[in-house]
Structures are given as C-alpha cells and as structure tokens.
C-alpha cells in the first residue's frame, strides 16, 4: 500500500496524472480491504486522490476528497494531531487555489499552529506552512504579515537544505510576489532574480517553478515600465 502510494506520488510529480490516479486508487482499494473504511491509511490515500484532481482541475472532486480526508483523520486522531495538520495544510493550499482566502487562511493557520507545536520554530514543515500562509496573507493584502511569514520561510528552509533547494527556490518566488503586491516592484525583481539564479542548482531544475519566475519578472518588468524586457519575459 505505501508503496503504490509513494510510485503515485512519483508518477505525480513526473505529470502522468493518469498513472498516478490509477495508483491511488489501487492503494485505497487495498488499505479498504485490509483496514475498513475508516483507517489513516484511506485517509492519506483520499488526499494524494483529491490533490491529483487539484492540480487537474476537477475543483468538486478534489473538495470531496481532501475533506473527507480531513473529517477521517480528526475522528481517528483529533483536530491537533501532526496527521490531521497535513489535511489542513493540504485544504489550505486547494482554497487558495480556488480563491476562498478566508478558508486558506484558516486551514493554514491552524496547520501552524499543530506543527509549531509538535516540532518547534524551525521545522522544514513549519517553514512549508509559513510559506503557504504567506501566500494566501498577500493574496488578503495584508503585506507585511506576508513578507514576514515568507522571509522567515526561506531562513528555514535554508538552515534545513541549503541554499541550492527548490523549496528556497519556491519561497523566494513567493516572496517576491507578496512584494510585487505591496508595491515594492524593485524588490520583487531581486528576488526573482535570486531564484532564477538557483534554479538549475536545484534538486528540481527548471520544472514548473522556472516558467512561473519568469512569468512574474516580466510583469515586473512591465509594472516598471520596462515594455521590451517584459516582452522577452
């Protein structure tokens, strides 16, 4: 069962989503069989198949599996429980994604607070959750908050990985959105810049974070009125 959820998960985030599925859905038949209905295994597995229908879209289907995940796990372990946190962090990451800030911001919120908690302040799992909130705390036009939760995501991630990681990569792309936000174009560019430098250093070289930086510089490049460098972009 771990097994074909962890090739699902390969299969994932190589971006055969079809393989993927048929993975999970072979782990959820199993993990069923061998525990019932109601076990954290169905409930892992219910959320690897609700983030598959995220990433592809199918927003209905992907609710239905990350709360069923979510409810499954609070009735097994409870709402403060270090499993039950990973549906929060899960349903936080689709609402934002769906543009339910309040939602997002509760979800990711209470994930923090579970982590920090269980691992303390300087956790890599706690540093993911600042950065998430981060996200959605920009989206919310609270700025500061934002590049406060993100600047403090990246020294994390950086003490636990190193400099040449792709969650650095990440949290400085989302960094430099929350600041493009705040209007602090000049700054966003650096940290794009930043980025991109890394990128091909990484354990994920240019893989769906490269297209996103350099979407972002280019509006950034507009937004300074730098029309023929945003074209490039």
Excluded: W
Excluded at 39 to 53: E, K, Q, W, Y
Excluded at 118 to 132: E, I, W
Excluded at 175 to 197: I, K, M, P, Q
Excluded at 208 to 225: M, N, R, T
Aim: net charge positive; proline share 1%; aromatic share 8%.
């Amino acid at each position: 069962r771990q097994l074909m959820n962890r090739l699902g998960a390969l299969l994932f985030y190589t971006g055969d989503y079809s393989a993927a599925y048929s993975q999970y859905q072979q782990a959820l038949a199993l993990a069923k069989s061998l525990h019932g209905e109601t076990h954290a295994s169905v409930a892992t597995t219910l959320a690897n198949i609700g983030t598959l229908h995220q990433r592809e879209g199918r927003h209905v289907l992907a609710r239905q599996h990350l709360e069923g995940a979510r409810a499954m796990m609070e009735d097994l372990h409870g709402k403060n429980h270090v499993h039950t946190a990973t549906c929060y962090a899960n349903l936080g990451i689709f609402y934002s994604q769906i543009k339910q800030y309040a939602q997002a911001h509760r979800y990711c919120e209470t994930a923090l607070e579970i982590r920090r908690a269980k691992y303390g302040d300087s956790h890599s799992l706690v540093g993911v959750t600042l950065r998430d909130l981060g996200s959605v705390e920009a989206k919310l036009g609270r700025h500061k908050v934002a590049v406060d939760h993100l600047e403090t995501a990246i020294q994390i991630s950086r003490r636990q990985f190193g400099n040449k990681h792709e969650q650095v990569v990440r949290s400085l792309y989302f960094l430099a959105t929350a600041l493009h936000r705040a209007g602090r174009v000049s700054s966003a560019r650096d940290r794009l810049t930043e980025a991109l430098n890394l990128i091909d250093e990484t354990t994920d070289p240019r893989g769906d974070l490269y297209p996103l930086i350099v979407q972002e510089l280019g509006f950034c490049a507009h937004k300074s009125g730098r029309f023929t460098e945003a074209e490039k972009h």
